[in-house]
């Protein structure tokens, strides 16, 4: 494995990829890893030590589709410490849309060459519409509303559990 691991061929494959992402990692033993994705997966275990326990998310051989991104959003928020989530292709696309939870879509639009708008009053929605239907671009705004403002749909919250810390 070291041989291999060892070697520079371009384009990169899994070993030498892993080994660039495993040496930097190694000099921070604090970040949470995430990895997902069959042979991105297995090859990241084999190659990827970790230095300090709980510090890798990843689904578990035949494990669920789709987490890998949801799994570093969490791991982020929860620690408070950068997260490196080494994916696969198929793993991204499964999961790739998570990135709108941090990025926000108003600035994902812009990536693909659309016009982003980021309204947190009336008057900015107001104008952010306004702008969009002139401009004849596609365009999406990011309505930003209280996020206790709703009701569960079908106004179902009081059938939800409730904190026995809360209760008087």
């Not at 495993?22 to 090859?43: C, E, W």
């Not at 198929?90 to 812009?110: P, V, W």
């Not at 596609?138 to 904190?163: F, K």
Request: include cysteine; aromatic fraction near 6%; glycine fraction near 10%.
């Amino acid at each position: 494995m070291a041989a291999t691991l060892a070697k520079n061929p371009s384009p990169m494959n899994f070993h030498s990829t892993l080994r660039a992402i495993r040496d930097v990692l190694k000099t921070r033993p604090d970040i949470n890893v995430v990895n997902k994705g069959a042979n991105t997966l297995d090859y990241a275990r084999s190659i990827i030590d970790m230095y300090e326990p709980r510090k890798r998310f990843d689904s578990g051989t035949w494990g669920i589709r789709g987490i890998g991104m949801g799994f570093a959003i969490g791991a982020a928020v929860t620690s408070g410490k950068p997260v490196v989530a080494i994916e696969g292709d198929s793993a991204f696309g499964f999961s790739g849309m998570e990135l709108e939870t941090i990025c926000r879509y108003d600035k994902m639009i812009e990536a693909f060459g659309g016009v982003g708008h980021h309204a947190t009053t009336p008057e900015e929605l107001t104008k952010a519409l306004q702008e969009a239907i002139a401009s004849g671009k596609p365009t999406l705004i990011n309505a930003v509303i209280d996020e206790a403002g709703g009701t569960e749909s079908g106004r179902l919250t009081n059938l939800n559990p409730q904190s026995t810390a809360m209760k008087k």
